[in-house]
């Protein structure tokens, strides 16, 4: 029988129950902080209750009610649950009593989980969530005896101890909030104690429980099996590395830049000692990662401050954890993306030896662009709802509830109900996600099986200058060349006589044109006077060839190949201009040779006279030993350039001298044409 919970995610997908839970606990909050009993001003209007639920769910920060002056300490506790289900994901909570009530999880709870966490997997969801809980509590626990050794001897036990616990718990989730000031941490800006602690669970909340759990389990082998830290930190996954080393880079680079800018402004920090101004700087720059408390007065900052803070509250905290933003690992695939196209090597984005799927960047730029939509949707808005109040000070208040940071310029209490509106709804799509928010409001259509014709755009893109080829002639080995080239994403442009040669390659080249090789005005209409490279595939009609090669050097071809049938016919080609000349039946040949005396070599290029690049199967004598052991270079004058586990695996580039080949192991080599026979090591 079908039950209710079945019925339930049978009917909705994953995306419109993440966004409907959301939705649910913000407005269930703000009917909760509506109530006589969690408030003590009955004038304020239920709109600002839905605010401070949004803020305090959405994990953000902005208020336009002072907690500790208007609300009871049963709308504080109310507060505290909010921001801790924010934090957390209200499906975390769920899934917890379903597994605490010994209930199988769904498949669709499950996804549900991977989506709100950002797990990578659906192994072991009950763990994963028990291991979350265990970090939260643990680390919002240490807040709370940290936070009270100041504010117990401050507010007294009971007080002292409340208030700690909504710090911790506020600073943890990057939520923003207090209840003991009316000003966030500005009048405890040299304090390092509550500067200090609120640091620390920003950092831990922001960093994600992906990368706690990594971390953890590197030190667990570390002290387990005895391995250096450098050997823990090469074990740690891409992920792990990648947040670890933005957060530095944004944490120092924040800090030193509102250090710079603001160190003699009066209003900021100019009053401060060394010490203080290094303490406040690095506080801002750590809010900044989507937390909201403030120690400096955000309205008297330099407008070149609050341009950097809106870059950096955009790209916000890590994927899993409690901070907002577009995410640190979003932002390194748009920067990998765009110096892969400038180097002209976007086929591969590689970041610490590894390679990230295409599919990747794709997602993290309809990310940023899903962002910059929102925002500008916003912005436009409170530019007419709320005319009165400064671009830039509406420009800051969107970046900072989108990006769930909090920090405000001091405006927030003046917009308009519009304006709140407005407000709220950026905190909601940037704490769910604007993929979620359009996913869950329109229907999946299956994918279309159709393919339409591809034809290029003009856009504002001046095209770099790719290394270019002419192949004239398109026979056997002149179409292999071609293809390969075009393969390396090169420009090719490919000429033969034979229109049925053109039709062959007319989809793999960048242009393939019918044309007499002989005639040089054809070759200058077919573009060849611009390309880097021609190369003359016609070996077996000598005249043809050597009137090509005249043809080529008069456009001034830069470097010109040329193919030849016999030696003869190489020195004439070469006395011409020609700058190589090949013998494909000859090379081929000898190359065939020398992979027959070995039973070893799988393929084998020459370099030069001297040196040859050879792939090989791992001789039996090698296998189970490490290259250090081997000591290759000493006894047989080869090094080894890569490691492959088989034909159709990926190259390892440069293996470590610790490395230990096993039985099947592909090695690509250089080594001294007089020893590779020697390779041949049963």
């Not at 959301?22 to 109530?35: K, P, Y």
């Not at 769930?404 to 996600?433: A, D, E, H, P, Q």
Request: include cysteine; charged fraction near 20%.
């Amino acid at each position: 029988m079908t039950t209710l919970r079945e019925k339930f995610y049978r009917k909705l997908k994953t995306t419109r129950i993440l966004a409907i839970s959301f939705a649910f606990v913000i407005i269930t909050g703000g009917i909760l902080l509506n109530l006589p009993i969690a408030n003590n001003d009955p004038n304020i209007p239920f709109i600002d209750h839905l605010f401070m639920s949004t803020s305090s769910v959405c994990v953000t920060g902005l208020v336009t009610v002072v907690v500790v002056d208007k609300y009871t300490i049963f709308g504080q506790w109310v507060l505290i649950f909010l921001m801790q289900i924010g934090g957390l994901g209200l499906m975390t909570f769920l899934v917890t009593f379903i597994t605490v009530a010994k209930k199988q999880l769904f498949m669709a709870e499950k996804k549900l989980i991977q989506d709100s966490l950002n797990k990578a997997d659906l192994d072991n969801i009950p763990k994963y969530i028990k291991s979350i809980f265990k970090y939260t509590f643990f680390f919002e626990g240490l807040g709370v005896v940290f936070f009270s050794l100041r504010l117990v001897p401050m507010y007294g036990v009971s007080s002292g101890l409340f208030k700690s616990l909504f710090l911790s718990v506020s600073a943890f989730c990057n939520a923003g909030l207090d209840n003991f000031s009316n000003t966030s941490l500005i009048p405890y800006s040299s304090d390092p104690i509550l500067n200090l602690g609120v640091i620390a669970l920003i950092i831990t909340g922001g960093l994600g429980f992906a990368v706690w759990f990594d971390l953890s389990n590197g030190l667990k082998n570390k002290f387990k099996k005895d391995i250096s830290f450098k050997s823990m930190i090469h074990h740690l996954t891409l992920h792990t590395k990648i947040v670890l080393t933005m957060t530095s880079i944004l944490l120092g680079l924040g800090a030193l830049l509102f250090l710079v800018i603001e160190y003699n402004n009066v209003n900021t920090i100019a009053n401060y000692s060394f010490t203080e101004k290094l303490l406040i700087s690095f506080f801002q720059s750590t809010t900044l990662r989507t937390a909201g408390f403030s120690s400096v007065n955000i309205g008297d900052c330099k407008i070149a401050t609050l341009l950097m803070m809106c870059v950096w509250m955009l790209i916000g905290g890590s994927p899993g954890g409690t901070a907002g933003g577009i995410k640190t690992t979003t932002f390194v695939a748009i920067v990998i993306a765009i110096v892969s196209v400038f180097k002209n090597s976007s086929d591969h984005y590689r970041i610490f030896k590894r390679e990230i799927p295409k599919e990747t960047f794709y997602k993290a730029i309809i990310v940023f662009f899903m962002y910059v939509i929102a925002l500008f949707i916003a912005v436009f808005t409170l530019s007419i709802s709320d005319e009165s109040i400064g671009f830039l000070d509406i420009l800051f208040e969107a970046f900072s509830a989108i990006n769930t940071v909090g920090l405000s310029t001091g405006i927030t209490t003046s917009f308009s109900n519009v304006g709140k509106i407005v407000i709220i709804l950026l905190m909601y799509v940037g704490r769910v996600g604007p993929i979620t928010i359009v996913l869950s409001l329109f229907k999946t259509k299956k994918k279309e099986v159709i393919s339409y014709a591809k034809e290029d755009i003009l856009i504002g893109w001046v095209k770099m200058k790719r290394k270019s080829f002419a192949v004239l002639g398109l026979g056997v080995f002149g179409s292999t060349i071609a293809k390969r080239l075009s393969s390396y994403d090169y420009d090719v442009i490919a000429i033969d006589s034979d229109m049925s040669c053109i039709d062959r390659l007319s989809d793999f080249v960048s242009i393939a044109i019918q044309a007499d090789i002989t005639d040089i005005n054809q070759l200058k209409s077919a573009g060849v006077s611009d390309v880097d490279c021609a190369i003359v595939a016609t070996g077996s009609h000598l005249e043809n060839s050597i009137i090509a090669v005249m043809n080529l050097k008069e456009l001034g071809t830069p470097y010109i190949v040329a193919k030849a049938k016999n030696k003869r016919y190489m020195k004439i080609l070469e006395k011409i201009g020609a700058d190589r000349v090949i013998l494909p039946e000859k090379e081929m040949g000898e190359r065939v040779a020398k992979q027959l005396v070995s039973s070893n070599i799988i393929d084998l290029i020459d370099i030069d006279d001297e040196y040859s690049v050879i792939e090989i199967v791992a001789p039996k004598y090698w296998i189970n030993k490490s290259l250090i052991d081997l000591n290759l270079r000493s006894k047989y004058g080869i090094n080894i350039l890569g490691v492959r586990k088989s034909p159709s695996t990926r190259l390892s580039i440069s293996p470590s001298a610790n490395y230990i080949i096993e039985a099947n192991d592909i090695l690509l080599v250089i080594a001294e044409k007089n020893k590779f026979e020697l390779l041949d090591i049963k």
